[in-house]
Nanobody
Framework: QVQLVESGGGSVQAGGSLRLSCAAS????????MGWYRQAPGKQRELVAT???????SYADSVKGRFMISRDNAKNTVYLQANSLKPEDTAVYYC??????????????WGQGTLVTVSS
């Protein structure tokens, strides 16, 4: 069983910053891509940023230049540094990790979500 634990969400004023963390634990043999998604009220879940096992990154146009994704392979952890936050960044942020487990093979695992609220 593989679990993801997210932390770092909260409330911040526009222009502020937050750092989200997502740690994977359990019977992990290997981790492939790691990413962050978000879902605002009444909207579909959307991709925010991804990072491959080789540390190549990609970002949604709406966060380019403001957010940075990184990973610590030794800790099985992915981070999202969110700067210059805007009210439209308000959403529940979910991490997503591609994990190879000796029990299940390759599986897509989702975190429980962490709420980010940006006030104007």
């Amino acid at each position: 069983q593989v679990q993801l634990v997210e932390s770092g969400g909260g409330s911040v004023q526009a222009g502020g910053s937050l750092r989200l963390s997502c740690a994977a634990s359990g019977r992990i043999f290997s981790i492939n891509s790691m990413g962050w998604y978000r879902q605002a009220p009444g909207k579909q879940r959307e991709l925010v940023a991804t990072i491959t096992s080789g540390s190549s990154t990609s970002y949604a146009d709406s966060v380019k230049g403001r957010f940075m994704i990184s990973r610590d392979n030794a800790k099985n952890t992915v981070y999202l540094q969110a700067n210059s936050l805007k009210p439209e960044d308000t959403a529940v942020y979910y991490c997503n990790v591609g994990v190879y487990s000796t029990l299940t093979g390759w599986v897509d695992v989702w975190g429980q979500g962490t709420l980010v609220t940006v006030s104007s």
